[in-house]
């Protein structure tokens, strides 16, 4: 299977920016689907997830309130909405799949990962 990411770019502080995430080659539909990411110099760190239904979703603490991840029923496609941005949200965003139902914020857990979309956030 393969994820392919979308959407990132610059963006001043307070901005705005939409991430998408397709998947193809597999039967995505059941499985979990999430965003990690990865600031220089640092690991890659969960962000959201999201169920195969789009009914379920998880966030880290940093991103809650300010991201919201999408998917609609079944769909091979995951958005992130991202308002609000800060600088320290500056890193390079990674779409990840699992073949699971059940959401995990655990990097090992996911099977499946994209190239990666570089965010920047500017003060």
């Known amino acids: 299977g393969q994820l392919q990411a979308s959407g990132g770019g610059l963006v001043q502080a307070g901005g705005s920016l939409r991430l998408s995430c397709a998947a193809s080659g597999r039967t995505f539909s059941s499985y979990v689907m999430g965003w990690f990411r990865q600031a220089q110099g640092k690991e890659r760190v969960f962000v959201a997830a999201?169920?195969?239904?789009?009914?379920?979703?998880s966030y880290a603490a940093s991103v809650k309130g300010r991201f919201t991840v999408s998917r609609a029923y079944g769909s091979y496609t995951i958005h992130l909405q991202m308002n609000s941005l800060k600088t320290e949200d500056t890193a390079v965003y990674y779409c990840?799949?699992?073949?699971?139902?059940?959401?995990?914020?655990?990097?090992?857990?996911?099977?499946?990962w994209g190239q990666g979309t570089q965010v920047t956030v500017s003060s």
């Open positions: 990840a799949a699992r073949e699971s139902p059940y959401i995990s914020n655990q990097i090992g857990e996911y099977d499946y």
């Open positions: 999201v169920n195969w239904s789009g009914a379920t979703t």
